[in-house]
C-alpha cells in the first residue's frame, strides 16, 4: 500500500488549511484511515481517524476544529483543519490501518505544516 499526502504548508494562526491523502496498491478489504503528527522533539502522536464504518474519532487537542472525510470510492481521506493554533505545527503523517486493534499500519510520506503566530 502507497500512501501520497499534499497540501501541507504555512499558514497563520486562526486560518485553516486543508490535507488529502490517496491511497494505492492493495486497498482491498475493510481499512481506515487517519492522520498522525509529530512535532520537533516529540513522539508521533493521534490526530484523527475515519472508520471503515464512516464514524470518526479525533483526539482532544484537534477535536472542533480538525474535520476528517473519506472518499471510499477514489481510497482519499482529508483533513479539514480549521482554527489552527502554533502548538499544531508539525510533520503530518496519513495512515492506513487493518484491524480492529489497528495492528497493520502503512504510512504515508509526510507533509510539514507550520502555523505562524
Not at 17 to 27: E, I, K, Q, Y
Not at 51 to 76: E, L, M, Q
Not at 80 to 108: I, K, L, S
Request: contains cysteine.
Amino acid at each position: 500500500v502507497q500512501l501520497q499526502a499534499s497540501g501541507g504548508g504555512l499558514v497563520q494562526a486562526g486560518g485553516s488549511l486543508s490535507l488529502s491523502c490517496v491511497a494505492s496498491g492493495r486497498t482491498d478489504g475493510r481499512f481506515h484511515m487517519g492522520w498522525f503528527r509529530q512535532a520537533p522533539g516529540k513522539e508521533r502522536e493521534f490526530v484523527g481517524r475515519v472508520h471503515w464504518s464512516g464514524s470518526t474519532t479525533y483526539s482532544n487537542a484537534v477535536k472542533g476544529r480538525f474535520t476528517i472525510s473519506r472518499d471510499h470510492a477514489k481510497n482519499t481521506v482529508t483533513l479539514q483543519m480549521n482554527n489552527v493554533r502554533p502548538e499544531d505545527t508539525a510533520v503530518y503523517y496519513c495512515a492506513a490501518q487493518w484491524g480492529a486493534g489497528f495492528q497493520t499500519t502503512y504510512w504515508g510520506q509526510g507533509t510539514l505544516v507550520t502555523v505562524s503566530s
